[in-house]
């Protein structure tokens, strides 16, 4: 059974950083595509950040330059580092995973596996 556990999340006023992180068990394919979303009330859940098993990044324009994806050694934990945080990135963020790696970009909505998600709130 797979299972996405995020943590990090927190208030920060504009400006400040926060790290997600995104413990996965039970994932265990070699090709694969994982990624962020945010969510806020309302709205449709929008891609920020994803990451392929290639190695391949991708953001949305929004937070390129300020967020960074990246995997921990063992691959089973995915973080996203939130740096220059501004009010409009106060969301509910969510973890995401597929199994196939391709089209593995900020826009694409084809996941398989999501975590119960976060919540970011940033004031100004």
């Known amino acids: 059974q797979v299972q996405l556990v995020e943590s990090g999340g927190g208030s920060v006023q504009a400006g400040g950083s926060l790290r997600l992180s995104c413990a996965a068990s039970g994932f265990t394919y070699r090709t694969y595509c994982m990624g962020w979303f945010r969510q806020a009330p309302g709205e449709e859940r929008e891609g920020v950040a994803m990451l392929n098993s290639f190695g391949s990044t991708s953001y949305a324009d929004d937070v390129m330059g300020r967020f960074t994806i990246s995997q921990g050694n063992a691959n089973n934990t995915l973080y996203l580092q939130m740096n220059r945080l501004k009010p409009e990135d106060t969301d509910l963020y969510y973890c995401?995973?597929?199994?196939?790696?391709?089209?593995?970009?900020?826009?694409?909505?084809?996941?398989?596996?999501w975590g119960q998600g976060t919540q970011v709130t940033v004031s100004s």
């Open positions: 995401a995973a597929r199994r196939d790696p391709y089209d593995c970009y900020a826009g694409s909505r084809r996941v398989d596996y």
